[in-house]
């Protein structure tokens, strides 16, 4: 009995491994090459269609990709409407960029029907948005299948802007990455804006005693109570980047060395050992002189994390509208 229930076990551990490892291979360069050509191309031209209207779509399609990998992996359950979906999650507030997902699949339904994912043309999406905006391109593997469950309650692990490095690193060992691919991919900060009301306490009330976060820059915290007194508008948005908020650049490392971060959790990375060190490699690099290592390692942390828990044609399916399930 004993040696059956250890031979057991050791079937299910190959089982699983190789589960896994096929679950990993269903994502490849060009899957859509021969079911739908166009694929690429269709969510790119429906990307810059929107981006030349607005500009701060980039950091909303950004976001999005990235809220719907940390939740239940890579299958496009982000974009599911109803009242106890991920939508509906305290986390998911500012969340935007749906109606061009929602714009892009459209379009690829009039021409390849029932083929492409929600969940890929999120991915392709965050790419495009992060390439429009002076920033990397980076060849997107595809092949994900959407998910068919969206719920609120399962975003509670989400990263939040006041999570200490530690917690940030849990959260991102959870989904299998490292503090190399936790700094870069916060790196997407270098465009995007934050409300005034999760960083205030930082500026009049950091320990309850009314006094200030000590990491800002004197000269920066004058700056940021000017835009956000304390009795303004908690709706107010600010870049998170002050030197170069609509390109995408290394200068978002250099404000966290300069004790200009904005969120908490984001210049805590300057005070952590391990995080130091990578924030300090980005920060020193000069585009077109040593080569910019912040674009060729961000792409590897994106493909990275567009790989979590992706579903199969098992459990997964190609939804016609994004917003609901078939």
Request: charged share 20%.
């Amino acid at each position: 009995m004993g040696v059956y229930f250890g031979n057991y076990c050791y079937v299910m551990i190959i089982v699983l491994v190789l589960g896994a490892e096929v679950r990993s291979q269903s994502l490849k360069n060009g899957y859509y090459s021969t079911s739908c050509p166009k694929a690429e191309s269709i969510v790119r031209s429906t990307v810059e269609s929107h981006f030349d209207s607005d500009p701060t779509i980039s950091p909303g399609l950004l976001r999005l990709h990235f809220h719907d990998c940390f939740v239940q992996g890579c299958d496009g359950s982000v974009l599911i409407k109803g009242k106890s979906a991920e939508q509906a999650a305290l986390a998911s507030t500012g969340l935007r960029g749906f109606e061009v997902i929602d714009d892009a699949k459209a379009r690829l339904e009039s021409v390849c029907p029932g083929v492409v994912s929600c969940a890929d043309i999120l991915a392709l999406a965050a790419r495009d948005a992060v390439d429009l905006s002076s920033g990397p391109s980076w060849t997107v593997p595809t092949g994900r299948k959407d998910g068919r469950i969206s719920l609120a309650s399962k975003a509670s692990n989400l990263p939040s802007p006041l999570d200490s490095v530690a917690v940030q690193r849990q959260k991102f060992q959870a989904k299998g990455l490292d503090t190399h691919d936790l700094v870069t991919l916060l790196g997407a900060h270098t465009i995007g804006q934050t409300d005034c009301q999760f960083f205030r306490y930082r500026l009049y009330n950091f320990t309850v005693t009314g006094n200030s976060d000590p990491t800002i820059s004197p000269s920066f915290l004058t700056q940021l109570k000017t835009l956000c007194p304390p009795n303004g508008d908690g709706s107010k948005r600010v870049a998170l980047d002050t030197g170069s908020p609509s390109n995408f650049d290394v200068s978002f490392f250099k404000n966290l060395r300069d004790g200009n971060g904005i969120l908490e959790s984001d210049q805590r990375l300057w005070s952590d050992s391990e995080t130091n060190d990578v924030v300090k490699k980005y920060a020193s690099t000069i585009r077109g002189l040593l080569g910019f290592r912040f674009d060729n390692e961000f792409g590897k942390a994106m493909i990275k994390m567009s790989s979590i828990d992706i579903k199969s044609d098992v459990d997964g399916e190609v939804r016609k509208f994004c917003s609901q399930v078939n």
